[in-house]
Every structure is written in structure tokens, then in C-alpha cells.
């Protein structure tokens, strides 16, 4: 009778410890790792030669283009992300808030936060008026010396909530550092 009650424990440990060492070994899906990308990445600096400003971006961005006053950084793994900073002179020499109330409209933006000397604005991508089907940007705005300097986030919308320490890099980038 012993026998059996101890044959019956190892069984049912080894049931047990299959069990989990089956599910602890599963294959994570690419949310959960992009997630866990996002909660630990090591932030980069690029500094522009020209304007001066700061860009941050995640280190396993890799560099997609640097032309005159624009860079960008992309990751481009199952998925397209990219964040981009560039500069755009006030031409039209708008007042703040005309500026802000000309790009919001220009961008269709749908949500916006204003600050001081800045504003976040958000909304679904539009490229050459087109919407870009399930891709959403993220961007500040910051007015200086008649110059618009600009960090836009471009992300799929369905990997959003993976997204929440990108969306503070952007929140709290400031043009110099």
C-alpha cells in the first residue's frame, strides 16, 4: 500500500512539474516580447548637426534616414514603428496657437494636450491625405524662434498598449539637452 501512495505522488509530481515546465516554454507571442522590449530598452541619443536639437530612441531602433533637417528611426520586425524628429519653419508666421490649430487640422489630429511653448497631439497616420489603415501617430510640438521643432511616434494602433514608455519619451523629450 505504501508503494502505491509513493508510485502515485511521483506520478502525479511529474504530471505537475510537465505541466508547467510545458507551459513556461510555450512561445511568447510578439506583443508580449515587443512589452517587454519596451519596458527595458536602453535609450539612445542622436544629436542634429545642424539645428542642435536632441533625438532619443530605443536601442534596437536602427537609423532609416538622416537628410538635412529630418531623422528617423524605425523597427521594423513584424510590425512598422518608427519615430521621427524634424524641423519645420513657421513660413506663414502663425501665432502659437494659429500654428497649433493649423497643424492639428493639417495632421487630423483627434486628441491634443497644450503646454506652454509645446503641444501633444494624437490621431490616426495620414500619408498624401490617405488614411494609413490601422497606424496611429503620437507627437510633440515644441515653438521656438519661429521654428516648429517635431518628435512624431508612428505605430500600428493594435500594439498600442505595448507602447506606454514610448509615448512618455515623447511626452518628455525636450529640443535640447
Same mark, same amino acid.
Given at each position: 500500500?505504501? *508503494?502505491?501512495?509513493?508510485?502515485? @505522488? ?14 513556461? *516554454?510555450? +512561445? ?15 535609450? +539612445? !541619443?542622436?544629436? $542634429? ?5 536632441? #533625438? #532619443? ?10 537628410? /538635412?533637417?529630418?531623422?528617423? @528611426? ?15 519653419? *513657421? !513660413?506663414?508666421?502663425?501665432?502659437? $496657437?494659429? /500654428? ?6 493639417? *495632421?487630423? #489630429? ?8 509645446? @503641444?501633444?497631439?494624437? /490621431?490616426?497616420?495620414?500619408? $498624401?491625405?490617405?488614411?494609413?489603415? /490601422? ?9 521656438? +524662434? ?24 515623447? $511626452? ?6
Amino acid at each position: 500500500m505504501r *508503494n502505491s501512495h509513493f508510485i502515485l @505522488f511521483v506520478l502525479l509530481l511529474s504530471a505537475i512539474c510537465t505541466g508547467y515546465f510545458w507551459h513556461c *516554454n510555450k +512561445k511568447r507571442t510578439f506583443r508580449d516580447r515587443l512589452k517587454y522590449e519596451m519596458d527595458i530598452f536602453e535609450e +539612445k !541619443k542622436y544629436k $542634429d548637426s545642424t539645428y542642435g536639437f536632441y #533625438a #532619443a530612441y530605443p536601442e534596437f531602433f536602427k537609423c532609416d534616414t538622416i537628410s /538635412g533637417n529630418y531623422v528617423c @528611426f524605425g523597427f521594423h520586425i513584424e510590425t512598422n514603428m518608427i519615430i521621427e524628429y524634424f524641423v519645420m519653419p *513657421n !513660413k506663414k508666421l502663425y501665432s502659437f $496657437d494659429n /500654428g497649433m490649430k493649423h497643424i492639428m487640422k493639417e *495632421n487630423h #489630429a483627434r486628441m491634443f494636450k497644450r503646454k506652454k511653448d509645446c @503641444f501633444v497631439i494624437s /490621431g490616426y497616420y495620414y500619408m $498624401d491625405d490617405s488614411q494609413m489603415e /490601422g497606424y496611429c501617430y503620437y507627437s510633440k510640438y515644441v515653438y521656438r +524662434k519661429r521654428i516648429w521643432y517635431v518628435c512624431r511616434l508612428i505605430y500600428e494602433e493594435k500594439y498600442k498598449s505595448c507602447l506606454d514608455r514610448l509615448f512618455r519619451m515623447v $511626452d518628455g523629450w525636450t529640443v535640447w539637452k
